[in-house]
């Protein structure tokens, strides 16, 4: 019987696990990277955010009024 694709993964998880117990250093590079990205992330889309409100500001605030229909 040939194993299914969830003991494969399984397996590629365990053998990737094991390679990084011989090489701490890696692990704690990679951790480190996961980090800076959802960091990166989190910082880019409260930016964003920031910048959408700066924009509405200015556009409220530096257009013309409406004239009423005569």
Known sequence: MNPGPV???GSA??????ALKSTPVIL???????AFVAFIAYFEHT???RW???VERTIKY???PSRPAE
């Open 7 to 9: 003991e494969e993964a």
């Open 13 to 18: 998880v365990r053998s990737t696990i094991d």
């Open 28 to 34: 704690g590079v990679l951790i480190f990277n996961l």
């Open 47 to 49: 930016n964003g955010e």
């Open 52 to 54: 959408e409100r700066t």
């Open 62 to 64: 530096c257009t013309p």
